[in-house]
């Protein structure tokens, strides 16, 4: 089994796959995923998605631009916009991104929905162009999913078919380790996040996580989450804390699971009916102020509680 780890995107990957030849990917992986960063970083100002930012147009210099727009107007779609990567702007505002406010400022709310709205922008494979000025683009809470299938979509054209691919916490796995088994993952537990509240057995499959336990700051009392809803403009005051997503792919689990935590336990429940090759693990809390664990029956005989009963 060889083991790779190291730096990209603005946080940590490691990757484990199993191949005769004994041969290291590192310097071809780290230049995939730099290729990416400079397609979709927001931090970058000489990315393709900055560009387009302080433009109206802009035409695909890379794949992955109009790879992850695709998917994420899928999401959009099939989430009535709960999904929106126009919300750059409430982000920024409320603290976030590359360009922050004041910690804490007073937000006009109103004003900056006029700026969101994944509707305004249009794109075939070529191009890709805004209908109204001042709309721009924020893809991180789907890109890392998508590094994540470029991936591991090397490692298969290179006849590899035993791997587990992780970075920033998500995850895509194919066929089993060393020893037969499924690769075993842990899902935080967003009380004690030190900790894990569960494992889960991963095989042929991707998951990835998204909380407001993980990037959130307290100011003038009031605490500050980066998860917006981008129908309303407000910080999700959800009594989910963390949503997990599984699905064939990475970029599709990593779409919908900020879109599961703004939807509420309810109405994901109601969507789920409906679509087929998804499956969540969420941790919510109860009127009681309970953990408690609602997860779907794709999912359920694949993890194992740790120090939690339900």
Same mark, same amino acid.
């Given at each position: 089994?060889?083991?790779?780890? *190291?730096?990209?995107?603005?946080?940590?990957?490691?990757?484990?796959?199993? #191949?005769?030849?004994?041969?290291?990917? &590192?310097?071809?992986?780290?230049?995939?995923?730099? #290729?990416?960063?400079?397609?979709?970083?927001?931090?970058?100002?000489?990315?393709?998605?900055? &560009?387009?930012?302080?433009?109206?147009?802009?035409?695909?210099?890379?794949?992955?631009?109009?790879?992850?727009? /695709? /998917?994420?107007? +899928?999401?959009?779609?099939?989430?009535?916009?709960?999904?929106?990567?126009?919300?750059?702007?409430?982000?920024?505002?409320?603290?976030?991104?590359?360009?922050?406010?004041?910690?804490?400022?007073?937000? @006009?709310?109103?004003?900056?929905?006029?700026?969101?709205?994944?509707?305004?922008?249009?794109?075939?494979?070529?191009?890709?162009? /805004?209908?109204?000025?001042?709309?721009?683009?924020?893809?991180?809470?789907?890109?890392?999913?998508?590094?994540?299938?470029?991936?591991?979509?090397?490692?298969?054209?290179?006849?590899?078919?035993?791997?587990?691919?992780?970075?920033?916490?998500?995850?895509?796995?194919?066929?089993? /380790? @060393?020893?037969?088994?499924?690769?075993? =993952?842990?899902?935080? @537990?967003?009380?004690?996040?030190?900790?894990?509240?569960?494992?889960?057995?991963?095989?042929?499959?991707?998951?990835?996580?998204?909380?407001?336990?993980?990037?959130?700051?307290?100011?003038?009392?009031?605490?500050?989450?980066?998860?917006? @809803?981008?129908?309303?403009? +407000?910080? +999700?005051?959800?009594? =989910?804390?963390?949503?997990?997503?599984?699905? #064939? #792919?990475?970029?599709?689990?990593?779409?919908?699971?900020?879109?599961?935590?703004?939807?509420?336990?309810?109405?994901?429940?109601?969507?789920?009916?409906?679509?087929?090759?998804?499956?969540?693990?969420?941790?919510?809390?109860?009127?009681? *102020?309970?953990?408690?664990?609602?997860?779907?029956?794709?999912?359920?005989?694949?993890?194992?509680?740790?120090?939690?009963?339900?």
């Amino acid at each position: 089994m060889i083991s790779l780890k *190291g730096m990209a995107q603005g946080t940590t990957y490691h990757i484990k796959y199993r #191949d005769e030849q004994q041969r290291s990917f &590192q310097k071809e992986i780290d230049s995939l995923l730099a #290729d990416i960063d400079k397609s979709l970083s927001i931090y970058r100002p000489d990315s393709e998605i900055s &560009q387009f930012n302080r433009s109206m147009s802009h035409r695909f210099q890379s794949p992955h631009f109009y790879a992850v727009l /695709k /998917k994420s107007a +899928e999401v959009f779609r099939a989430t009535q916009g709960t999904f929106d990567p126009t919300v750059l702007p409430l982000l920024e505002a409320y603290g976030f991104g590359p360009t922050k406010c004041p910690k804490g400022a007073l937000l @006009n709310v109103d004003s900056l929905l006029e700026y969101i709205g994944f509707q305004y922008i249009n794109f075939d494979s070529v191009s890709v162009v /805004k209908q109204k000025a001042n709309i721009r683009l924020d893809l991180n809470s789907i890109a890392q999913g998508y590094s994540v299938d470029v991936v591991a979509g090397f490692l298969e054209k290179q006849g590899i078919n035993r791997y587990m691919v992780e970075i920033g916490g998500e995850i895509r796995t194919r066929g089993k /380790k @060393n020893d037969g088994q499924p690769w075993t =993952i842990g899902i935080e @537990n967003p009380l004690q996040p030190a900790k894990l509240q569960t494992t889960v057995k991963l095989h042929n499959r991707a998951m990835t996580t998204a909380g407001n336990y993980r990037n959130w700051y307290e100011a003038n009392g009031q605490v500050f989450s980066h998860i917006i @809803n981008p129908k309303t403009g +407000e910080m +999700e005051q959800s009594a =989910i804390l963390s949503v997990t997503v599984f699905a #064939d #792919d990475a970029i599709t689990a990593d779409g919908y699971d900020t879109a599961f935590f703004v939807m509420g336990l309810d109405a994901v429940k109601q969507f789920l009916v409906t679509r087929k090759g998804l499956d969540v693990y969420i941790l919510y809390n109860d009127d009681a *102020g309970q953990l408690q664990v609602f997860s779907t029956n794709g999912v359920k005989n694949l993890y194992k509680s740790i120090g939690y009963s339900y």
